[in-house]
């Protein structure tokens, strides 16, 4: 019995021989077809995307610009593009810190993918130097300066010394926080009941009376002001500590 089923094992394997050697030479066929098929050149696709980006979005004099392109997956596999690869980008209200830029093939096997490019926007800030109570003017040593990526913040930044010093802020500032001007008032130059110089000029002509602040105001805002000679109530522009001017 064990014999007979030898013998059967042997002559199979004869017969299989040959299916085995052609199995053999079609797999080894197949993979020197593989070897020898091209792809598309994923350098090709990232300088793609490159020069779309030195087109879209350059540097200014106060900000730098600085791009990270994304990967790609090793395992894609396109067809090779016969014509030049175009791009294109769905990003129509402005490029934020994170676009996609698209890139596609019009050729006879056409294809089209995305690719994800990390923008950074540098520029310099004014941070607070120390922490800065409500009300409290802010001189130039509570100012320090520094590069920052500023498509991270949610407001706006003050761009000068100018737009900060001699300020007042309308709530405390914690150490190291960006200077928003939205958040920054001048200081209060004439408070309301004081006693103010009225100055009105016309065609050369300049006159000076006394009048009384109706409500605060610092240097460049208009005010109410009571003329203590007519009593009447006018409009007045303050100048400066105790001195309101007027156009006639």
Not at 52 to 79: F, N, P, W
Not at 123 to 130: G, H, I, P, R
Not at 138 to 158: E, F, H, P, W
């Amino acid at each position: 019995m064990l014999l007979q089923v030898v013998q059967i094992l042997l002559k199979l394997m004869k017969m299989t021989k040959p299916l085995i050697y052609i199995l053999l030479f079609c797999l080894l066929f197949v993979s020197s077809v593989n070897a020898n098929k091209t792809y598309q050149s994923h350098d090709k696709i990232f300088a793609t995307v490159q020069n779309y980006l030195d087109k879209h979005i350059t540097s200014s004099q106060d900000v730098e610009i600085k791009t990270k392109i994304g990967h790609l997956d090793s395992r894609l596999k396109l067809s090779p593009c016969e014509n030049p690869l175009k791009s294109f980008s769905n990003n129509h209200n402005g490029f934020g810190s994170k676009i996609s830029v698209g890139i596609k093939c019009e050729g006879v096997k056409p294809w089209s993918l995305y690719v994800p490019v990390k923008i950074q926007r540098l520029a310099t800030v004014f941070v607070s130097a120390q922490p800065i109570a409500k009300g409290d003017q802010i001189v130039n040593t509570d100012i320090q300066q520094v590069s920052m990526d500023i498509s991270k913040l949610r407001g706006s930044y003050a761009k000068s010394k100018a737009e900060i010093i001699g300020k007042i802020p309308k709530r405390s500032i914690p150490l190291g926080s960006v200077f928003n001007p939205r958040y920054l008032r001048l200081p209060i130059m004439i408070k309301k009941g004081d006693l103010v110089d009225i100055v009105a000029e016309s065609q050369g002509l300049r006159i000076r009376m006394q009048g009384q602040a109706i409500n605060d105001g610092a240097k460049g805002q208009r005010i109410n002001v009571k003329n203590l000679s007519s009593n009447r109530t006018i409009q007045a522009i303050v100048k400066n500590s105790g001195l309101v001017k007027i156009h006639m």
